[in-house]
């Protein structure tokens, strides 16, 4: 599946989804990621958040980065680490922040407990 994005003048198009590595869904583009741009973010041409990049293609033995070959995490598994953190309150508002927060506190008192034992 191919969709094309654009940045102002710059544009790039997704070149693969669903790619798994150490079995964790990235989603591929042509946009050039490099070093020091991971946990930024990617963006459709219209404003909507589609992922964070995350990770580049290397090659050789030093590593050479290709980059247009960038790895990112789609928005769904960003939300999907929220909501299993009870961090969903950031994007849903019928979510009360301090509710989650305590029900965060008292799953890792529960896995604290258990991992004691």
Request: no cysteine.
């Amino acid at each position: 599946m191919f969709i094309t994005f654009s940045a102002s003048s710059y544009s790039w198009v997704i070149t693969r989804m669903d790619f798994l590595i150490e079995s964790l869904s990235y989603d591929m583009s042509s946009a050039q990621i490099i070093y020091g741009n991971s946990g930024g973010a990617m963006f459709k041409s219209n404003g909507i958040l589609i992922g964070m990049p995350s990770k580049i293609a290397v090659t050789g033995w030093i590593g050479l980065p290709i980059t247009h070959m960038g790895l990112f995490i789609p928005i769904n598994r960003v939300y999907e680490y929220f909501k299993e953190e009870h961090y969903n309150f950031i994007f849903d508002l019928d979510i009360n922040e301090k509710e989650s927060l305590k029900l965060r506190e008292k799953e890792i008192k529960e896995k604290r407990k258990n991992y004691k034992n």
